[in-house]
């Protein structure tokens, strides 16, 4: 699926973070917990790589609790990171991401040397509901859909802690194809970006191999095991009601149910990716990405080589 969102207010924050990098101590990344790899920003990564990073996976009370364990354990085994699990709606927060900071900066503190901390993360994984509860106030404005922050803020959590929150940014190609679908899923692209009905197959079929149990209890059909993902789709939109005239199941109603039951945490807690399933998804979309630049590199070889063919004199023109 072709999945290429890239606003200008995310130029801007591209260019944003180049510039504040330099004053930062350490980068806070929020990853949703659910798709940690997916929504991981290699982007990001490139302008901030040279910092300590501390990777905390929101909205883990919506994820498979032994998948999150896996990917805690992945991200704590990278030098300079730091990994938690956190649920936005928690009340208390702020002292473990201070923790957290401090250990993979403790040279920083006090008024002479106040931590200066950058949170990133993509559109819609709840960085903003996450810096309301830490200030206790509605400092940043939120809402269920991607986009919502659009300017760079200073915020003080402690004397000397200082945090700056970025617009949620996108990278401009998506080169692993799962990761496309399961940023959809989550809602962390423009609904406008993609067919929903396409999204709901994917993300089915997933579920399919790994919580159908949950799938099958929750929309209270048969077991979907030998179901096609067409199928359960259609069966899900029939249970739901989601009908068109003489019987026939309305699609993309349906996949607007599923998707929202798995946004909302209702269908089971679930998590659609393990440490190593995105390192195979992210090694075969890195060695498609290589074979295409290829490709495009020999084709613009070939038309150079054209042009200089042309560009040689006739040897009928040669005076001698």
Same mark, same amino acid.
């Given at each position: 699926m072709?999945?290429q969102?890239?606003?200008g207010?995310?130029?801007l924050?591209q260019?944003?973070?180049?510039?504040?990098?330099?004053d930062?101590?350490?980068v806070?990344?929020l990853?949703d917990?659910r798709?940690p790899?997916?929504?991981a920003?290699?982007?990001?990564?490139?302008?901030t790589?040279?910092?300590?990073?501390?990777?905390v996976?929101?909205?883990?009370?919506l994820a498979?609790?032994?998948c999150t364990?896996?990917?805690l354990?992945?991200?704590?085994?990278?030098?300079e990171t730091r990994?938690?699990?956190?649920?936005?709606?928690q &009340? &208390? @927060?702020?002292?473990?991401?201070?923790?957290a900071?401090?250990?993979?900066?403790? $040279?920083?503190?006090g008024?002479?040397k106040?931590?200066?901390?950058l949170i990133c993360g993509?559109p819609?994984?709840?960085?903003?509901?996450l810096?309301?509860?830490?200030?206790g106030?509605r400092?940043?404005?939120?809402?269920?859909?991607?986009?919502?922050?659009?300017?760079?803020?200073?915020?003080t959590?402690?004397?000397?802690?200082y945090?700056w929150d &970025?617009?949620g940014?996108?990278?401009p190609?998506i080169?692993?194809a799962?990761?496309g679908y399961?940023?959809?899923?989550s809602?962390?692209?423009g609904r406008n970006?993609?067919?929903?009905e396409?999204?709901?197959?994917e993300?089915?079929d997933?579920l399919?191999?790994h919580? $159908?149990g949950?799938?099958? $209890?929750?929309f209270?059909?048969?077991p979907i095991?030998?179901?096609?993902?067409e199928?359960?789709?259609e069966?899900?939109?029939?249970k739901?009601?989601?009908?068109?005239?003489?019987g026939?199941?309305?699609?993309?109603?349906?996949?607007?149910?599923?998707?929202?039951e798995?946004?909302?945490?209702n269908?089971?807690r679930?998590t659609l990716?393990?440490?190593?399933?995105?390192?195979?998804?992210l090694?075969a979309?890195?060695l498609?990405?290589?074979?295409?630049?290829?490709?495009?590199?020999?084709?613009g070889?070939k038309?150079?080589s054209?042009?200089?063919?042309?560009a040689?004199p006739?040897p009928?023109?040669d @005076?001698?």
């Open positions: 072709a999945i969102w890239f606003p207010h995310m130029h924050t260019k944003a973070i180049a510039e504040r990098i330099k930062i101590d350490v806070i990344e990853l917990a798709l790899g997916s929504s920003n290699p982007m990001l990564a490139e302008l790589g040279h910092k300590p990073g501390l990777k996976l929101n909205k883990q009370d498979d609790p032994a364990a896996l990917w354990a992945h991200y704590n085994a990278l030098p990994a938690i699990g956190l649920d936005a709606s &009340t &208390t @927060p702020a002292r473990q991401l201070i923790d900071c401090h250990a993979l900066s403790p $040279a920083r503190g008024m002479a106040p931590m200066r901390v993509i819609n994984v709840g960085k903003s509901t810096i309301n509860t830490l200030t106030s400092k940043a404005k939120t809402g269920d859909e991607a986009g919502i922050t659009k300017l760079e803020q200073r915020i959590l402690a004397d000397d802690f945090l &970025t617009p940014m996108l990278w190609r080169i692993v799962k990761s399961n940023l959809a899923a809602g962390a692209i970006a993609f067919d929903e396409e999204v709901a197959l993300l089915l997933y399919k191999g919580y $159908a949950l799938v099958e $209890a929750r209270k059909i048969d095991g030998a179901l096609s993902d199928e359960v789709l069966a899900i939109g029939r739901r009601g989601a009908l068109l005239g003489k026939r199941v309305n699609l993309q109603k349906a996949a607007e149910i599923v998707m929202n798995f946004r909302s945490g269908i089971g679930i990716e393990t440490p190593e399933e995105f390192a195979q998804w090694a979309g890195q498609l990405d290589a074979e295409r630049a290829a490709k495009k590199a020999a084709r070889r038309k150079g054209g042009r200089r063919e042309d040689q006739d009928a023109d @005076p001698a």
